[in-house]
């Protein structure tokens, strides 16, 4: 099992820019998450999908986050325009039950650098 | 209040110490406990779950204490590769896990 992938591992952008993160989750696993890690605040979840479809966005920061999961096998993190509060590693999960009582397996995270 | 918590630290040990981390967290209704591990740079990981029982896995000890809202992690004799930050982890009210801002470990030769 490949595990689950993100892209792109890191982002320099400048502020003002589009940023795209994506996500693979593992094949079978019907819940995803994306959680953003700062030394400030640790890690927090910003939304979670099962089978695809939103069911918490509240920890999403404000308008300019926006997530997408058009199928099983990819979601995408959309920060537009993206600002320099906005760097952080960005962390994607997916986990087989939406009870979380297997825990999550997570992505090797986008370093993402706001300029 | 946050809804775990941890002691940052970092704790120093030397090779082969007992070492014992602690967390509380707030939401009475959580079901679910874990510790992961995080390297430097890298995803969090996770450890072992946490049951009511208690569970050992290897030189890995974890309790948990409902009443209080206490969850608690042993490691014996460390390894220098114990050297890790130790994440608490908790169901919130969601059913979503909540993560606890973590416990830095040095193990030192």
């Known amino acids: 099992d490949a595990g689950v992938i993100q892209s792109p591992r890191h982002e320099v952008t400048e502020m003002g820019q589009e940023v795209t993160l994506r996500c693979k989750p593992i094949?079978?696993?019907?819940?995803l998450f994306w959680y953003r890690q700062t030394m400030m605040r640790g890690l927090e979840l910003l939304i979670y999908f099962n089978n695809n479809v939103p069911i918490d966005d509240s920890g999403m920061p404000e308008d300019r986050f926006s997530a997408k999961m058009p199928n099983a096998s990819f979601s995408t993190l959309k920060i537009q325009p993206s600002e320099p509060r906005d760097s952080a590693v960005y962390f994607c999960a997916s986990s087989s039950r939406p009870d979380s009582s297997y825990g999550y397996t997570f992505g090797s995270g986008t370093r993402l650098t706001v300029v | 209040r946050k809804e775990v918590e941890q002691d940052p630290g970092p704790f120093n040990v030397p090779e082969g110490a007992t070492v014992a981390f602690n967390c509380t967290y707030s939401?009475?209704?959580?079901?679910?406990f874990f510790w992961y591990r995080q390297d430097c740079r890298k995803e969090p990981k996770l450890l072992m779950s946490v049951y009511s029982s208690g569970n050992e896995d290897g030189r890995f000890t974890a309790q948990l204490n409902r009443a209080s809202q206490y969850i608690s992690l042993l490691i014996r004799d460390s390894k220098l590769s114990d050297s890790a930050t130790y994440l608490c982890?908790?169901?919130?009210?969601?059913?979503?896990?909540?993560f606890g801002g973590g416990t830095r470990l040095m193990v030192k030769p």
């Open positions: 982890v908790v169901t919130n009210a969601g059913n979503m896990l909540t």
């Open positions: 939401n009475s209704a959580s079901q679910s």
């Open positions: 094949s079978g696993h019907n819940s």
